[in-house]
Protein backbone atom coordinates (compact mmCIF):
# COMPACT_ATOMS: atom_id res chain seq x y z
CA UNK A 1 0.00 0.00 0.00
CA UNK A 2 1.55 3.42 -1.27
CA UNK A 3 1.23 6.31 1.77
CA UNK A 4 0.94 9.78 1.67
CA UNK A 5 3.22 12.39 -0.39
CA UNK A 6 4.20 15.39 1.61
CA UNK A 7 2.00 17.29 -0.99
CA UNK A 8 -0.89 15.34 -0.37
CA UNK A 9 -0.65 14.97 3.27
CA UNK A 10 -0.51 18.59 3.20
CA UNK A 11 -4.07 18.63 1.24
CA UNK A 12 -5.80 16.25 3.40
CA UNK A 13 -4.87 18.37 6.79
CA UNK A 14 -5.86 21.57 5.09
CA UNK A 15 -9.15 20.13 3.72
CA UNK A 16 -9.71 19.11 7.12
CA UNK A 17 -9.10 22.21 8.94
CA UNK A 18 -11.27 23.94 6.50
CA UNK A 19 -13.84 21.49 6.78
CA UNK A 20 -13.54 21.83 10.87
CA UNK A 21 -13.23 25.56 10.79
CA UNK A 22 -16.62 26.12 8.71
CA UNK A 23 -18.64 23.90 10.72
CA UNK A 24 -17.90 20.59 9.00
CA UNK A 25 -17.29 17.08 10.49
CA UNK A 26 -13.86 16.86 9.54
CA UNK A 27 -13.85 13.24 11.22
CA UNK A 28 -16.50 12.50 8.58
CA UNK A 29 -13.85 12.25 5.92
CA UNK A 30 -11.12 10.34 8.22
CA UNK A 31 -13.74 7.57 9.01
CA UNK A 32 -14.49 7.66 5.27
CA UNK A 33 -11.07 7.38 4.16
CA UNK A 34 -10.64 4.12 6.77
CA UNK A 35 -13.39 2.23 5.34
CA UNK A 36 -12.00 3.14 1.95
CA UNK A 37 -8.78 1.54 3.38
CA UNK A 38 -10.27 -1.30 4.81
CA UNK A 39 -11.52 -2.15 1.73
CA UNK A 40 -8.62 -1.97 -0.19
CA UNK A 41 -7.79 1.42 -1.66
CA UNK A 42 -4.84 2.81 -1.02
CA UNK A 43 -4.54 6.17 1.34
CA UNK A 44 -4.33 8.60 -1.67
CA UNK A 45 -7.47 6.77 -3.17
CA UNK A 46 -9.00 6.83 0.25
CA UNK A 47 -8.86 10.45 1.08
CA UNK A 48 -9.68 11.25 -2.47
CA UNK A 49 -13.07 9.57 -2.48
CA UNK A 50 -13.70 10.76 1.07
CA UNK A 51 -13.39 14.07 0.07
CA UNK A 52 -15.19 14.29 -2.92
CA UNK A 53 -17.61 12.30 -0.79
CA UNK A 54 -17.59 15.18 1.56
CA UNK A 55 -17.48 17.48 -1.25
CA UNK A 56 -20.64 16.03 -2.76
CA UNK A 57 -22.70 16.11 0.34
CA UNK A 58 -21.46 19.98 1.25
CA UNK A 59 -22.24 22.15 -2.27
CA UNK A 60 -20.80 24.71 -0.19
CA UNK A 61 -17.14 23.75 0.35
CA UNK A 62 -16.69 21.88 -3.03
CA UNK A 63 -15.52 24.86 -4.66
CA UNK A 64 -13.14 25.47 -1.34
CA UNK A 65 -11.93 22.19 -0.83
CA UNK A 66 -10.81 21.98 -4.84
CA UNK A 67 -9.22 25.01 -4.67
CA UNK A 68 -6.97 24.19 -1.52
CA UNK A 69 -6.16 21.28 -3.67
CA UNK A 70 -4.72 23.07 -6.62
CA UNK A 71 -2.86 25.60 -4.39
CA UNK A 72 -1.22 22.79 -2.60
CA UNK A 73 -0.44 20.57 -5.86
CA UNK A 74 1.10 23.65 -7.31
CA UNK A 75 3.32 24.94 -4.28
CA UNK A 76 7.35 25.23 -3.68
CA UNK A 77 8.84 23.68 -0.97
CA UNK A 78 9.38 26.60 0.94
CA UNK A 79 5.36 27.58 0.70
CA UNK A 80 4.56 23.75 1.64
CA UNK A 81 6.67 23.90 4.32
CA UNK A 82 4.75 26.97 5.94
CA UNK A 83 1.46 25.29 5.26
CA UNK A 84 2.54 22.40 7.19
CA UNK A 85 4.21 23.89 9.99
CA UNK A 86 0.99 25.97 10.47
CA UNK A 87 -0.97 22.75 10.33
CA UNK A 88 0.99 20.87 12.47
CA UNK A 89 0.78 23.57 14.92
CA UNK A 90 -3.24 23.93 14.77
CA UNK A 91 -3.63 19.77 14.76
CA UNK A 92 -1.17 19.85 17.55
CA UNK A 93 -2.60 22.75 19.78
CA UNK A 94 -6.19 23.92 18.18
CA UNK A 95 -3.98 27.35 18.15
CA UNK A 96 -4.80 29.27 14.69
CA UNK A 97 -2.43 32.06 15.17
CA UNK A 98 -0.08 30.10 12.45
CA UNK A 99 -2.94 29.50 10.30
CA UNK A 100 -4.29 33.01 10.89
CA UNK A 101 -1.09 34.39 10.01
CA UNK A 102 -0.66 32.88 6.82
CA UNK A 103 -3.76 33.94 5.52
CA UNK A 104 -2.61 36.90 3.55
CA UNK A 105 0.14 34.62 1.86
CA UNK A 106 -2.61 32.06 0.92
CA UNK A 107 -5.26 34.74 -0.53
CA UNK A 108 -2.64 35.87 -2.67
CA UNK A 109 -1.20 32.54 -3.58
CA UNK A 110 -4.52 31.41 -4.36
CA UNK A 111 -5.13 34.81 -6.47
CA UNK A 112 -1.88 34.27 -8.68
CA UNK A 113 -3.07 30.51 -8.97
CA UNK A 114 -6.29 31.08 -10.36
CA UNK A 115 -4.57 34.13 -13.09
CA UNK A 116 -2.16 31.30 -13.86
CA UNK A 117 -5.07 29.03 -14.88
CA UNK A 118 -7.10 31.54 -16.08
CA UNK A 119 -4.17 32.51 -18.68
CA UNK A 120 -3.37 28.98 -19.08
CA UNK A 121 -7.38 28.39 -20.30
CA UNK A 122 -7.11 30.83 -22.47
CA UNK A 123 -4.14 30.04 -24.40
CA UNK A 124 -5.28 26.36 -24.62
CA UNK A 125 -8.90 27.69 -25.86
CA UNK A 126 -6.93 29.85 -28.49
CA UNK A 127 -3.81 28.46 -29.81
CA UNK A 128 -3.16 30.54 -32.59
CA UNK A 129 -3.46 33.60 -30.60
CA UNK A 130 -1.01 32.82 -27.99
CA UNK A 131 2.56 34.29 -28.86
CA UNK A 132 5.44 31.87 -29.17
CA UNK A 133 6.75 30.04 -26.38
CA UNK A 134 8.15 32.39 -23.76
CA UNK A 135 9.83 31.75 -20.57
CA UNK A 136 7.62 31.38 -17.46
CA UNK A 137 8.86 33.43 -14.66
CA UNK A 138 7.11 33.42 -11.43
CA UNK A 139 6.58 36.58 -10.35
CA UNK A 140 7.31 37.26 -6.30
CA UNK A 141 4.49 36.62 -3.66
CA UNK A 142 2.67 40.31 -3.00
CA UNK A 143 0.48 39.81 0.30
CA UNK A 144 -2.90 41.45 0.41
CA UNK A 145 -5.18 41.55 3.41
CA UNK A 146 -8.11 39.13 2.78
CA UNK A 147 -10.76 41.68 4.46
CA UNK A 148 -9.57 44.06 1.77
CA UNK A 149 -9.79 41.25 -1.42
CA UNK A 150 -12.81 39.56 0.09
CA UNK A 151 -10.98 36.96 0.94
CA UNK A 152 -12.25 33.97 3.66
CA UNK A 153 -8.86 33.11 4.65
CA UNK A 154 -8.62 30.87 7.71
CA UNK A 155 -11.56 31.91 10.23
CA UNK A 156 -11.28 31.24 14.06
CA UNK A 157 -13.66 28.15 14.75
CA UNK A 158 -14.10 27.14 18.69
CA UNK A 159 -11.40 27.96 20.88
CA UNK A 160 -9.42 26.06 23.16
CA UNK A 161 -8.69 21.89 23.13
CA UNK A 162 -7.51 20.61 20.26
CA UNK A 163 -9.04 19.39 17.33
CA UNK A 164 -8.63 16.15 18.23
CA UNK A 165 -10.66 16.21 21.24
CA UNK A 166 -13.14 18.29 19.85
CA UNK A 167 -13.65 16.19 16.82
CA UNK A 168 -12.55 12.78 18.56
CA UNK A 169 -10.10 12.55 15.66
CA UNK A 170 -6.85 13.73 15.38
CA UNK A 171 -6.78 15.79 11.79
CA UNK A 172 -3.03 15.42 11.35
CA UNK A 173 -2.59 12.33 9.20
CA UNK A 174 0.45 10.62 9.64
CA UNK A 175 0.13 7.37 8.17
CA UNK A 176 1.67 6.42 4.79
CA UNK A 177 1.80 8.99 1.64
CA UNK A 178 -0.36 9.47 -0.99
CA UNK A 179 0.93 10.36 -4.57
CA UNK A 180 -1.89 11.63 -6.85
CA UNK A 181 -0.93 13.10 -10.06
CA UNK A 182 -1.65 16.79 -10.50
CA UNK A 183 -5.15 17.31 -12.19
CA UNK A 184 -4.73 18.45 -15.73
Same mark, same amino acid.
Given at each position: ?????????????????????????????????????????????????????????????????????????????????????????????????????????? !?????????? !????????????????????? !???????????????????????????????????????????????
Amino acid at each position: MSALSHKHRITVNAALATIHASGGDASFVTRTARTHMASGHDPRKAYELALNSFAASTPALSGTLQRITRLVLASDAATLAKYDTALHHYNATGDESGLNALTPMI !EADMDALDVR !EDAKGEAEANPAATPAAAPVV !EQPRSFTNPAQSGGAGFRPSKSGEALACQTGVPLSYTGPAIDMPPSS
